[in-house]
């Protein structure tokens, strides 16, 4: 009986607890998605730099700058992004889209060009709702102004319309694999002109002209999955940058980040590090700390130079072994006696010096001439008596 009362009782927490989990649910967004493979601010960052729309078009498919990483097709190869083009009045409408089939087309993202009557310019990079969900919007900021402006508003301007489809493509691309996400992240941050501002914003400058030209939009992905949808991927958040601020698992930190960090950007490049300041307030310079503890930043004039040893003079490792001590020679006394000459240096104040070795060769000189002189009396003397002794034999 007692067993049957436990088992029911431990069914009941378990049913209680998972209520409790059930009411607790939380949606969490996945690490990964499907607008991470096109950064919008790389978008607008080529848009800048583009002489013309054709231009544009070659910069995002340019397979050395690999901008974009969209492989919507599962065909392990990047997707083809095609650049259309919208007019209405004083307002172009630039289309990006992702070629994924013969006749299949991907909306992207727009790029909406606006000029007001004052003659300003404004820019919005708009994400496609089903890629990157609703009004999620940058709005770049140029530092020169952009060449391509000079483009739109000409006379008998036609809109610009990709010639490039399936299978068809121009002649300096091929394809690549894409990355993982995390690389691309890394990766796309190198293209992104950072001199430039990009501005998150909520409101459409040109709704209206985009709600002309949604009827007309490519959505091939779209129709094939339809719930892959931002919305539906995504439960929970209204697009893009509510899923970065929100997301659970985040890139790793910046290089500037990293760096703001580091300990050494609080100090100037200049100032000497704390430990060796420390060691030259508590060890101050005297004859007994040898040289390579001292510090070099401190001037040479704080120590005297007339009565202390060699040790303390930093200039005193030019001079020969065999000088005379300093505190008696008249290089100490005279602080510029290190750069005068050898000869300069008297030769009394000196046991050891230079003086000393020269007056003990000067009896080495003289001697030899004494010598000399009695090597050449001695042979006259011996002849003389020779020739005397030679001439008595002579007589006798």
């Given at each position: ?51 013309n729309l054709e231009d544009f078009e070659n910069r ?337």
């Open positions: 009986m007692k067993t049957k009362l436990l088992s029911i009782s431990a069914l009941a927490m378990l049913s209680m607890t998972s209520l409790f989990a059930q009411e607790k649910t939380t949606v969490t967004a996945s690490s990964a998605d499907i607008s991470d493979n096109l950064d919008l601010r790389a978008i607008a960052s080529v848009f800048g730099d583009a002489s995002i498919n340019d397979p050395k700058a690999q901008l974009s990483n969209l492989d919507l097709n599962n065909d392990n190869y990047v997707d083809y992004l095609r650049v259309i083009e919208s007019v209405e009045g004083n307002i172009h409408l630039v289309i990006v889209q992702a070629v994924l089939d013969k006749d299949v087309y991907q909306d992207v993202a727009t790029i909406e060009i606006e000029r007001d009557r004052n003659n300003r310019v404004q820019v919005q990079v708009v994400g496609d709702v089903y890629m990157y969900g609703q009004n999620y919007i940058y709005e770049p900021v140029y530092v020169h102004t952009p060449v391509i402006y000079n483009t739109f508003w000409v006379t008998n301007y036609r809109p610009y319309c990709s010639s490039w489809y399936w299978n068809y493509y121009p002649s300096y691309y091929y394809y690549w694999n894409p990355f993982p996400v995390f690389r691309y992240r890394n990766h796309i941050s190198v293209h992104i002109n950072f001199g430039h501002s990009y501005h998150y914003v909520t409101h459409r400058r040109c709704a209206s002209v985009y709600n002309n030209y949604y009827g007309r939009r490519g959505n091939g992905y779209e129709t094939r999955h339809p719930n892959r949808s931002f919305a539906h991927r995504n439960a929970g958040y209204t697009n893009r940058q509510d899923l970065d601020n929100n997301r659970t698992t985040r890139a790793p930190r910046g290089r500037n980040e990293i760096a703001s960090n580091e300990p050494r950007n609080s100090g100037t490049r200049g100032t000497t590090s704390t430990p060796r300041t420390r060691d030259a307030e508590v060890s101050p310079r005297s004859s007994s700390t040898p040289r390579q503890n001292e510090v070099s930043a401190e001037p040479r004039t704080s120590s005297p130079r007339n009565n202390s040893p060699k040790a303390e003079n930093p200039r005193t490792y030019s001079e020969p072994r065999n000088n005379a001590p300093k505190a008696t020679s008249p290089r100490a006394e005279n602080p510029r006696a290190y750069s005068e000459p050898r000869a300069t240096a008297p030769k009394s104040s000196s046991q050891r010096g230079y003086s000393e070795s020269r007056a003990k060769s000067e009896p080495k000189v003289s001697a030899p001439r004494r010598d000399s002189g009695q090597r050449n009396s001695t042979p006259r003397t011996n002849s003389s008596s020779r020739s005397s002794s030679s001439r008595n034999a002579g007589r006798g």
